[in-house]
């Protein structure tokens, strides 16, 4: 069993910054793929981030490209995802998920993580 818990989630101007952490329990975090996705009202689920168990290869969606970075410190259990230069359209409750599959390279589809944390929010206003 894994559990996931999100922080760093508030109200923010347009062009301005937050830092999301991820804090999750288990013995074996360091072998896990990890994922941030992000679902606004209305909208489906959307891919955003995900790194592989490493902390070596990284993948952005294409509208948080340049803008977002994922990274992990496996000696916390820890992934974090640190927004710059916030729009509107990223405002979203951001999950992050874990692919429990040891030493997975990171994936874009929701399907393959097992584990969600509850969500934090993220509004950016105009």
């Known amino acids: 069993q894994v559990q996931l818990v999100e922080s760093g989630g508030g109200l923010v101007q347009d062009g301005g910054s937050l830092r999301l952490s991820c804090a999750a329990s288990?013995?074996?975090?360091?072998?896990?793929?990890m994922g941030w996705f992000r679902q606004a009202p209305g909208n489906e689920r959307e891919f955003v981030a995900t790194i592989n168990w490493s902390g070596g290869t990284t993948y952005y969606a294409d509208s948080v490209k340049g803008r977002f970075t994922i990274s992990r410190d496996n000696a916390k259990n820890t992934v974090y995802l640190q927004m710059n230069s916030l729009k509107p359209e990223d405002t979203a409750v951001y999950h992050c998920?874990?692919?429990?599959?040891?030493?997975?390279?990171?994936?874009?589809?929701?399907?393959?993580?097992?584990?969600w944390g509850q969500g934090t929010q993220v509004t950016v206003s105009s």
């Open positions: 288990g013995r074996t975090f360091s072998s896990y793929a």
């Open positions: 998920a874990a692919d429990t599959v040891a030493y997975g390279s990171g994936y874009i589809g929701a399907s393959r993580y097992d584990y």
